[in-house]
């Protein structure tokens, strides 16, 4: 990402569908559902811990902005199949940081929270201000309640991917 150049971002979206388990249709896959809300982050390798997306993911006195930044489970017909799970995520302000500000490119962390925290970074240009943050149960994941796998790397089908709508400057 740190080779997009400088440019006016519409929509930058990280979409995560799920594999159908096609040996498992109507037992497994019946029987265990998805996970309602999946938390896209950044891990910090150096301090060992997630950190939220820089400029996306707000925390406000009202709570995080889940509706806006996304998360949470949705189903789709595709290549095929009539129920599979979807998950996407808004990061158009992440990818416009790293396009005209160059902001770091980070590595990014999948996962099904359940009691778990992250530690908070306020957004541009109020940065300065960090703290850890419980993830609330109230958008969080129920205690082994579900499962999914996800396609992505060299799957041939079924791809995370990443669609930006940009302009040129």
Request: aromatic letters at 12%; glycine letters at 6%; zero cysteines.
């Amino acid at each position: 990402m740190q080779s997009i150049s400088n440019r006016i971002i519409h929509r930058a979206e990280f979409i995560a569908e799920q594999v159908p388990d096609d040996a498992n249709l109507v037992t497994t896959d019946v029987q265990m559902n998805p996970p309602r809300y999946l938390f896209l982050g950044i891990y910090d390798s150096v301090n060992r811990r997630k950190k939220n997306i820089p400029n996306d993911y707000v925390v406000s006195l009202s709570g995080p902005n889940v509706g806006e930044f996304g998360g949470y489970l949705t189903y789709k017909s595709m290549q095929g199949y009539d129920r599979v799970a979807a998950y996407n995520f808004n990061i158009s302000r992440y990818i416009q940081g790293v396009a005209s500000r160059r902001d770091t490119a980070f590595s990014m962390i999948l996962t099904a929270p359940v009691n778990d925290s992250m530690y908070y970074t306020s957004p541009y240009p109020n940065q300065t201000i960090q703290q850890e943050y419980y993830l609330s149960p109230t958008f969080s994941n129920e205690i082994s309640n579900g499962r999914v796998r996800l396609g992505g790397g060299t799957h041939s089908r079924f791809r995370m991917r990443l669609r930006i709508v940009y302009s040129k400057i």
